[in-house]
C-alpha cells in the first residue's frame, strides 16, 4: 500500500522556522518530481515549491521563495520543506504530492498524485 505521511507542523510565532517532512512507505520517490503544496481555509490548494527526480532542479512559488528551502532524500524516500522567517499568511495545512515525471513544473494540484494527509502549519503574529 502506498502510504505517504506528513509532519513536522505546529505552532510557530511570525518569524520562527518549522522544517516538514514527506515521508513515502510502499513507494519510490526516484521517478518522481515531488511537490509541496498547502490550503488555507477557504482558499483553494496552491503550490509551494516542487524538486526534480535528481533534487537539480527546484520552483518556489512568489510568495514563499528566499524564506523555504525544498531538498529530498531519495534513499530515505523522504522530502523536506524548511520554512524560515514564516508569517501568518503561511497558515495553511501543507501536502507533498508527486508527478511522474523529472521535473515539478507546473506545479498544479491536478497533475500530482498520492496526497499523503497533510500537517497543518500555524503561524501566530
Known amino acids: 500500500e502506498v502510504q505517504f505521511v506528513e509532519s513536522g507542523g505546529g505552532l510557530v510565532q511570525a518569524g520562527g522556522s518549522l522544517r516538514l517532512s514527506c515521508a513515502a512507505s510502499?513507494?519510490?520517490?526516484?521517478?518522481?518530481?515531488i511537490g509541496w503544496f498547502r490550503q488555507a481555509p477557504g482558499k483553494a490548494r496552491e503550490g509551494v515549491s516542487c524538486i526534480s527526480t535528481s533534487g537539480g532542479s527546484t520552483y518556489y512559488s512568489d510568495s514563499v521563495k528566499g524564506r523555504f528551502t525544498i531538498s529530498r532524500d531519495n534513499a530515505k524516500n523522504t522530502v523536506y520543506l524548511q520554512m524560515n522567517s514564516l508569517k501568518p499568511e503561511d497558515t495553511a495545512v501543507y501536502y507533498c504530492?508527486?508527478?511522474?515525471?523529472?521535473?515539478?513544473?507546473?506545479?498544479?494540484?491536478?497533475?500530482?498524485?498520492?496526497w499523503g494527509q497533510g500537517t497543518q502549519v500555524t503561524v501566530s503574529s
Open positions: 510502499g513507494f519510490s520517490y526516484d521517478n518522481y518530481a
Open positions: 504530492a508527486v508527478v511522474p515525471r523529472r521535473v515539478g513544473v507546473p506545479l498544479l494540484p491536478v497533475l500530482y498524485e498520492h
